[in-house]
């Protein structure tokens, strides 16, 4: 049995070219980009769908904001 490829390479090759898109000057080892590059990436990629899924859950209602300590917090909407 070997091991389960979770990742298709086009998928990772995307995430590569964004980075280097970003950071053009940049270089590293497989293993560096690997641990860093592509990590971050998804890091940074997560943030971005996590903001648009809380915005669209705001929009519907379902939860709501509150800014404190100048950081914007979200909770359950209560009914």
Do not use: C
Not at 30 to 35: C, P, W, Y
Not at 52 to 57: F, N, P, R, S, V
């Amino acid at each position: 049995m070997g091991i389960k490829n979770y990742y298709q390479a086009d998928d990772v090759a995307q995430l590569i070219k964004k980075y280097l898109t970003n950071h053009p000057d940049s270089e590293d080892t497989v293993v560096g980009i690997t641990n860093w590059w592509l990590k971050k990436q998804r890091i940074n990629d997560s943030i971005v769908a996590v903001d648009k899924a809380l915005k669209a859950l705001e929009l519907q209602g379902e939860i709501s904001s509150i800014t404190r300590n100048d950081q914007l917090y979200f909770r359950l909407t209560k009914k």
